[in-house]
């Protein structure tokens, strides 16, 4: 497994948040779903991130690894993001949500779907962080609050919050890989 692809934190837990590094190599016009009505949004090329969570509502026993294999799909016969085969190997058996081997197609539903769904997006790193608590919130107000990320649309991707935005454009993966690093151990002392 590349191990510049994942960051974890945390003890195996199968519930928790994590952050999608993505990179998408053209520029996209692109409707996220019923988002701002169904509104075309033009995507610039470039680097995002986008911050989720997977506490599970008890029907998943392993919702962590299931959210994460599910966001590396696409919908109907499109080939899966690259990295999915690596997550799958990360969280076996936990991410085999269907017979192993078999590739999962997922129906759009969350914003983020929509822009994973698109063949020039590709997921390149995943921090996951593997705790009961719910730090998402925490995240996407820490990270928001930094010089070199920006909102593609006020609140795209978090529509069941008020005042937060899930899916952000960012100006270095790598500088913002290292402050998340420091800043993730924080949260979860």
Known sequence: MPPDQFTIFGDNYPRGSYILFLKVSKPIRL???????????????GE????????????ADKPLAQRLVRHASRS???KPQ???KTLRLLFEPEASCKKAG???????????DYLLDCPETEITHIVVVQSPLRLEPLLC?????????????????????K??????KIADSEQLLLIIKNKIPELIA
């Open 31 to 45: 409707s996220f779903g019923k988002f701002q009505g169904g509104r075309l949004l033009d995507v610039p090329k």
């Open 48 to 59: 995002y991130l986008y911050i989720g969570s997977a506490l599970g509502s008890g029907k």
């Open 76 to 78: 109907g016969n499109n």
């Open 82 to 84: 690259p990295i999915q």
């Open 102 to 112: 078999t590739t999962l197609h997922k129906k759009m539903h969350w914003h983020i």
């Open 141 to 161: 107000n820490f990270i928001s609050s930094l010089d070199t990320v920006e909102p593609l649309a006020k609140r795209l991707g978090a529509q069941d919050t």
């Open 163 to 168: 005042n937060s935005t899930h899916l952000l």
